[in-house]
C-alpha cells in the first residue's frame, strides 16, 4: 500500500471511489473545510448564484445568494461566494465582512481562506495575506488547491512589486 493510501486508510477515507469524494467530501458549509457545493436538496438561489459565479455574473451572484443567505444564514459556502462577488465588483469592506461570517461557521473552510488571502492582496495587505497562506499550510494535510493557489498569487504579488530598496 503507498503512503498516500495508508494515510487516507487510517483516516477512514476511501480513494476507490473519487466521485463519491467529489460529491460529499470536505463540504464547507458542514465543516469540512473545502468548500464543497454538493448539495443534498438543490435550491434554486443557490444553484443559480454558483452558475452566476462560473460565469463571473457577479451582480447576479449577490442578488441570488443575498436570497439565499437570507433563508439560509448558516452556511459558509454562500457566505465565501457572496463575499467572492463583492470582491471581484471591488466592494471589499462588504467583501471582508462576508468572509468573517463564513469563517465564523466553519473557521476551516479552505476557499474562504484562500479568498480572503487574495482579498487582502487586493488591498494591498501582503503580511495578512501570507497569514491566511500560513492557515492553510495547516488545514491542508495534504497539498491542496487552495494552499497552492494564494501561493501563487501571493508570488505573482510580490512580482508585481518589487522591494522598496530596488524601485
Known amino acids: 500500500m503507498t503512503s498516500k493510501l495508508m494515510i487516507a486508510a487510517a483516516l477512514g ?9 467529489a460529491a460529499g467530501g470536505g463540504g464547507g458549509g458542514g ?12 435550491d434554486a438561489d443557490f ?11 457577479w451582480p447576479k451572484v449577490i442578488a441570488r445568494m443575498d436570497a439565499y443567505v437570507a433563508r439560509n444564514p448558516n452556511d459558509a459556502d454562500a457566505w465565501n461566494e457572496l463575499a467572492h462577488a463583492h470582491r471581484k465588483t471591488g466592494d471589499l469592506d462588504t ?36 497569514a491566511e ?3 492553510l499550510d495547516k488545514l491542508c494535510f495534504l497539498p491542496c488547491e487552495q494552499y497552492k493557489d494564494l ?10 512589486r518589487p522591494p522598496l530598496a530596488s524601485r
Request: aromatic residues 8%.
Open 13 to 21: 477515507l476511501s480513494l476507490a471511489s473519487p466521485v463519491a469524494l
Open 31 to 42: 465543516g469540512g473545510g473545502g468548500g464543497d457545493t454538493a448539495r443534498a436538496v438543490p
Open 47 to 57: 444553484a443559480a448564484g454558483m452558475a452566476a459565479a462560473k460565469a463571473r455574473d
Open 95 to 130: 467583501a471582508f465582512r462576508y468572509y468573517d461570517k463564513a469563517l465564523k461557521i466553519d473557521p476551516k473552510h479552505r476557499n474562504a481562506h484562500e479568498y480572503l488571502g487574495e482579498a487582502y492582496l487586493q488591498a494591498g495587505d501582503l503580511a495578512r495575506a501570507e
Open 133 to 135: 497562506l500560513r492557515t
Open 151 to 160: 501561493k501563487e498569487e501571493i508570488a505573482r504579488y510580490k512580482a508585481a
